[in-house]
Structure formats: C-alpha cells, structure tokens
C-alpha cells in the first residue's frame, strides 16, 4: 500500500449507497461555541461560514496545523479516528508506526466501533509512549466513549477528548516530515477530511 491509497478504501456511503454528510454545526463560530478550547488551538478567529468553507479557506491560506485543529473537532468520532489513521499514514516516515499495536486498534476500532474494541485500544494507549503518533492514534479512538477520570469521579468521555488526540496524532506525524514534503501531504490529509465531512463513513 503506496501513503496515498489508505484513504481509496475509505467506505464513504451508507448501506443504501447513500451519500451521509456528517456536518454538525451551521457555522465556524458554531464549532467554536461548542469547543471553546479549540480558540487556543487555532490561530485564526471564527466566521459565519459553513464549516467546510472556513477549513477550505484554512487549508488555501497555509494555516496547515490550523487546518488539522479544525478538522479534528469538526468530524464525529469515528470519522475523526479514520481520518487520523489515514493521516499517520501518509504522513509517516516509519513504516512500522502504521503496523503498531497503536495504529492497528485505532484502525479496528473506526472499523467495528465497538466497546472492545474501544477499551483495546484506550489499554494500549494509556501504556504507549506519548511521543508516538500511533499512541494517540490508540488514544483517540479509547476516548470516543466509557468513562473518563475526574478527581475521584468517574463521568463520560467528553467529545472533545478524541478531537485532541487526533490534532496531536497528525501534527506530530507532520514534524517528522521534511517542510517541503509536508505541505503537500498535510493539504491531501486536510482534503480526504473534508471528503469525510461530506460523506461520512458507511
């Protein structure tokens, strides 16, 4: 499998072949609203444009990392991780980070999103190394759900958690890539999400 033909497998249609888009704010400044972390992860000030058009705009202007922030909050869950997976793929320059235990949980898990499948790939990623994509790779995928520790309590999995992990997955992935390289694999990341964001996954 050639860095670019992760995303050709990607299922983008639902059982009757129907195209889902998976667009869940009307506006930019609507994502912003609802993620309020995600105004220090991105240098840009929010818009009244649609979602696709602000990271289409992010992704023409150069704003990469931007970009990726965007789109890791803007995708659901499930979207999110595949797209992470996708994205550790073609920007990797270890071939063996996309076979890891990491890399490989995360895959089944935006496969048969299931709880097992979940709580596998939380249990590798709270033991990887941190400075591994494919641990936050395992960890996005871990976070989509259960419950998460707070203090003493224990209380849903904030949506935003998976979001986080999947922005540190890909930029860290992107710093191990030569500048020029990784420009041009960084718009083609931020091009298969956007593809994402208007099919969704089948």
């Known amino acids: ?25 009307a506006t ?6 609802a993620f309020p972390e995600v105004i220090h992860k991105i240098s840009v000030a929010p818009t009244g444009q649609a979602p696709l058009d602000f990271l289409r705009s ?12 965007f789109c890791a909050y803007l995708l659901p869950r499930r979207e999110a991780v595949w797209w ?8 990797t320059i270890d071939a063996a980070q996309d076979r890891s235990p990491g890399f ?27 400075n591994y994509p494919a641990t936050w ?6 976070w989509a759900g259960g419950l998460h520790a707070l203090g003493e309590q224990h209380v849903p999995t904030p949506p935003y958690m998976t979001a986080r992990a999947v922005r540190i997955a890909i930029l860290l992935s992107a710093a191990r890539v030569g500048s020029a390289e990784r420009l041009a694999r960084l718009r083609f990341c931020i091009a298969e999400g956007i593809k994402l964001a208007e099919t969704g996954l089948g």
């Open 1 to 25: 499998m050639t860095i670019y033909e992760f995303f050709a497998n990607t299922p983008h249609t639902d059982a009757r072949g129907c195209l889902m888009s998976r667009v869940r704010f």
């Open 104 to 130: 490989l949980a995360a895959e089944s898990w935006a496969y048969q999103p299931d709880d097992q499948h979940r709580q596998t790939a939380l249990d590798i990623g709270n033991n990887g190394d941190q």
């Open 137 to 142: 790779l395992a960890l996005a995928a871990g």
């Open 84 to 91: 992470a997976c996708g994205s550790v793929k073609t920007l």
């Open 28 to 33: 930019a400044q609507a994502l912003f609203d």
């Open 58 to 69: 992010l992704s023409s202007a150069g704003k990469l990392p931007d970009a990726v922030a």
